[in-house]
C-alpha cells in the first residue's frame, strides 16, 4: 500500500513564510514524488510546483520567484518552501507521487492535502 502524506501547513501572515513536506512510502513500490497541487474553495485544482521526469522544475506563473520546490530522493520527500505568501494562496496544498510496481507499472497516489491560510 502506498502511503503519501503532506504536513507544514498552517495560518500565516501575508509576507510570511510556510514549508511544506510530503512524504511518501509503500512497502515493494519504487516512490517517486512529483510535486503539488492546490485547491482554493469554489475553484479547480491547480498546479503549483512540479518535478519533470527529467527532473527539471514546473512553476505556476503566479508562484514563480516565491516558491520552492526540491526534494530528498533518499526519503522520498518533496518540499515546498513558500515565502512572500499572499492571501491568494489560501488553499488546501496537495502532493502527488508515482509509484512503480516490480511489475513495471505504476500508479498515481495523492495526499490528504495540507491547509494553508494566509490572513491577517
Known amino acids: 500500500q502506498v502511503q503519501v502524506v503532506e504536513s507544514g501547513g498552517g495560518l500565516v501572515q501575508p509576507g510570511g513564510s510556510l514549508r511544506l513536506s510530503c512524504a511518501a512510502s509503500?512497502?515493494?513500490?519504487?516512490?517517486?514524488?512529483m510535486g503539488w497541487y492546490r485547491q482554493a474553495p469554489g475553484k479547480q485544482r491547480e498546479l503549483v510546483a512540479t518535478?519533470?521526469?527529467?527532473?527539471?522544475?514546473n512553476y505556476a506563473d503566479s508562484v514563480k520567484g516565491r516558491f520552492t520546490i526540491s526534494r530528498d530522493n533518499a526519503k522520498n520527500t518533496v518540499y515546498l518552501q513558500m515565502n512572500s505568501l499572499k492571501p491568494e494562496d489560501t488553499a488546501v496544498y496537495y502532493c502527488?507521487?508515482?509509484?512503480?510496481?516490480?511489475?513495471?507499472?505504476?500508479?498515481?497516489?495523492w495526499g490528504q492535502g495540507t491547509q494553508v491560510t494566509v490572513s491577517s
Open positions: 502527488n507521487a508515482l509509484a512503480f510496481a516490480r511489475s513495471g507499472t505504476f500508479s498515481l497516489y
Open positions: 509503500g512497502s515493494g513500490f519504487t516512490i517517486k514524488p
Open positions: 518535478f519533470a521526469e527529467s527532473g527539471s522544475t
